[in-house]
Nanobody, 116 residues
Framework: QVQLVESGGGLGQPGGSLRLSCAAS????????MGWYRQGPGKQRELVGV???????KYADSVRGRFTISRDNAKITVYLQMDSLKPEDAAVYYC??????????WGKGTLVTVSS
């Protein structure tokens, strides 16, 4: 069993910042990548950003330049620094881990609201 626990969601102001964290625990085999997805109201879940073992990153066009993903391998934790928040960033954010066998694991999600 692999558990992913997100934290750091809440209310952010337009133009403001929030930082999400996701800690992984359990029977984790080799990790291929960790990342963040989000699902807004009435929308499909979409990739926000992913970070590989080498530290390489990939971002959705909508967040590139505003969001930064990072990872602490010792703590098996992935972070998402969200700056210059926009109302359209409001969503439930889900942590994701892909192990070395291609298995996907998901957190339960953390709600981000953007409002003044």
């Amino acid at each position: 069993q692999v558990q992913l626990v997100e934290s750091g969601g809440g209310l952010g102001q337009p133009g403001g910042s929030l930082r999400l964290s996701c800690a992984a625990s359990g029977s984790i085999r080799d990790i291929n990548a960790m990342g963040w997805y989000r699902q807004g109201p009435g929308k499909q879940r979409e990739l926000v950003g992913v970070i590989g073992n080498s530290g390489s990153t990939k971002y959705a066009d909508s967040v590139r330049g505003r969001f930064t993903i990072s990872r602490d391998n010792a703590k098996i934790t992935v972070y998402l620094q969200m700056d210059s928040l926009k109302p359209e960033d409001a969503a439930v954010y889900y942590c994701n881990l892909i192990d070395g066998h291609g298995m996907y694991y998901w957190g339960k999600g953390t709600l981000v609201t953007v409002s003044s």
